[in-house]
């Protein structure tokens, strides 16, 4: 087998030897961790055909180690690796490296048999190798980042091409590190059965198998079986204004964060459920952590469409001064359960996509965020001039919002404007093309709901003022009181890449802005109506 060339030669040409891949100015140092360096090669030392496998599955290149020596290690080590694979009977120790650098003329380069002693010795032992690898990574990303912003800084300065080519290399450069990650290897179908027998198992006659978080909307979950999950990560919600797109998503991220039962089972080796007296053992809660991204509203009136659409009081009559006493008890409830919600609220105007991200990754790392709300998407903007063309700037947009979900592993609720040409004819239903300015959002999204007015016959409509008259009466009693009574509204799922399309019919009360089930509400008014019987 052909020898591994040594790469002494080639880093002598392109860089100084005290550091591997860019020229080091005295006053400042690119970012790197020698110990973290150190780590991953005692790993090796300490197991080496365990962890030089670990290594090339996470895609480890001699360029990761910054610390010349380090490096030099590393790319002998590999070169041992390939020789035992090749069908040399070699085994990989502090002797034979030893060997492999004498014989390469890199013993003195990397401090000799010191130094390797004092690698192997170095950890305890091979359990943390993972966690080295990750700050190795996370700083050779750093130093390649700043070689692909100095290299535009020296472009423009020299000035061979147009900045927009610089800034599309640009671009693609970042954009290719942000996509950098542990290739995964293929697995046989039976790899997967466990997972879907255990969603089997857990299967439960009657009621909406959830594979992400509930909105509370009972009819909803029946169609999503959850928002997240196995039903992908992005959520598109769009409406004209005024109909409650706003309202529906304060809506679900209040069920989330103060309602959502979920529950974390043991599992054993095997995957398997650890069960405890014929019941799966584990630890449960309600609610989890909501960040909600406010482009449009500020916080403070935002945080007090909450309270009151938690306490079902009406915001119109308190603010006019005419409130019922019976209204404090609610809104006072519903103070104390939002005051300890876990949901964090950004109403930063203009925010830029890439400032978004950055935000959204921090929230998600710090406060462990299970669902990311963004009110809306067309006050979002990129930092890249795309000269006044909205929609290849909005299909960018989409695009890192949909990365964001994907590398989070977080639903994220966007709302959207729907353009006039839907109004135009009133009988039809929306459709994907009535989103507005761009067309990469019914491709990135993996649902897209409507919230829209129903067009009721002439008979249904008497039908359900009837409907209304009875459970909203007049102070006269002859007619409606349209101050509390719901309007009707569907949530048309126009696309669902993992289940139906349909509608589900909802009941908006404007006055608290709260959604109710039409069907449940039709059955609770049915039950309030229906005579009692008398009991044996």
């Not at 992400?212 to 409406?239: R, W």
């Amino acid at each position: 087998m052909s020898e591994i060339p040594s790469i002494e030669a080639e880093n002598s040409k392109k860089t100084p030897k005290r550091g591997h891949g860019r020229k080091d100015t005295p006053d400042r140092l690119p970012p790197y961790s020698v110990e973290a360096e150190r780590g991953v090669l005692g790993c090796i030392l300490l197991e080496p055909e365990e962890c030089l496998n670990a290594c090339q599955e996470h895609g480890v290149l001699e360029d990761w180690f910054y610390d010349l020596p380090n490096a030099l290690i590393y790319h002998n080590l590999l070169a041992l690796e390939t020789s035992r694979a090749g069908g040399a009977e070699i085994g990989i120790d502090i002797i034979t490296l030893q060997q492999r650098l004498r014989d390469t003329g890199n013993l003195d380069e990397v401090g000799g048999l010191a130094y390797l002693s004092e690698l192997s010795g170095f950890v305890p032992s091979a359990a943390n190798l993972a966690y080295y690898l990750d700050i190795v990574r996370e700083k050779w990303l750093a130093r390649r980042v700043i070689q692909a912003g100095t290299e535009m800084v020296s472009c423009i300065f020299e000035a061979e091409r147009p900045v927009d080519s610089i800034l599309g290399d640009c671009q693609r450069d970042i954009t290719g590190l942000v996509d950098t990650s542990v290739p995964r290897a293929e697995l046989r179908v039976r790899e997967f059965l466990p997972g879907v027998i255990r969603k089997l198992e857990e299967y439960h006659r009657g009621h909406a198998q959830m594979d992400g978080l509930s909105t509370g909307l009972e009819y909803v979950d029946k169609m999503l079986c959850g928002i997240g999950g196995e039903n992908g990560n992005m959520f598109v919600l769009a409406a004209r204004p005024g109909v409650g797109k706003t309202s529906m998503a304060t809506q679900i991220a209040l069920h989330v964060a103060l309602d959502h039962l979920w529950f974390d089972a043991e599992r054993d080796a095997n995957g398997d459920m650890v069960m405890e007296n014929d019941k799966p053992k584990g630890k449960g809660g309600k609610g989890l952590p909501v960040g909600i991204f406010s482009l449009e509203m500020a916080s403070e009136a935002l945080v007090k469409r909450m309270v009151f659409q938690r306490a079902q009081a009406d915001m119109q009559r308190w603010r006019t001064g005419f409130a019922y006493k019976d209204d404090f008890p609610p809104i006072i409830r519903a103070v104390s359960e939002i005051q300890n919600a876990q949901i964090f609220v950004d109403d930063t105007p203009r925010t830029s996509v890439e400032e978004l991200v950055a935000k959204a990754r921090r929230m998600r790392r710090q406060h462990g965020i299970r669902l990311f709300v963004v009110d809306y998407l067309q006050l979002l903007h990129a930092r890249k001039d795309y000269k006044n063309d909205r929609v290849q700037e909005l299909a960018y947009v989409t695009g890192m919002l949909f990365a964001l979900g994907k590398l989070l592993n977080v639903p994220i609720i966007i709302l959207t404007q729907m353009n006039r040409d839907y109004e135009k004819d009133p009988l039809r239903d929306p459709r994907l093309s009535d989103l507005k300015d761009c067309g990469a959002t019914e491709q990135d999204a993996d649902v897209v709901a409507f919230l829209h007015g129903t067009r009721m016959s002439d008979t249904a409509k008497e039908r359900f003022d009837e409907q209304m008259a009875k459970a909203y009466p007049n102070t006269n009693g002859t007619g409606i009181d349209w101050s509390k009574a719901p309007m009707r509204v569907n949530m048309l799922f126009a696309k669902n890449r993992y289940g139906p399309t349909g509608k589900a019919e909802l009941l908006f009360h404007k006055s608290s802005t709260l959604f109710v089930d039409y069907e449940k509400w039709q059955k609770s008014q049915r039950a309030t109506q229906e005579p009692q019987q008398p009991k044996l």
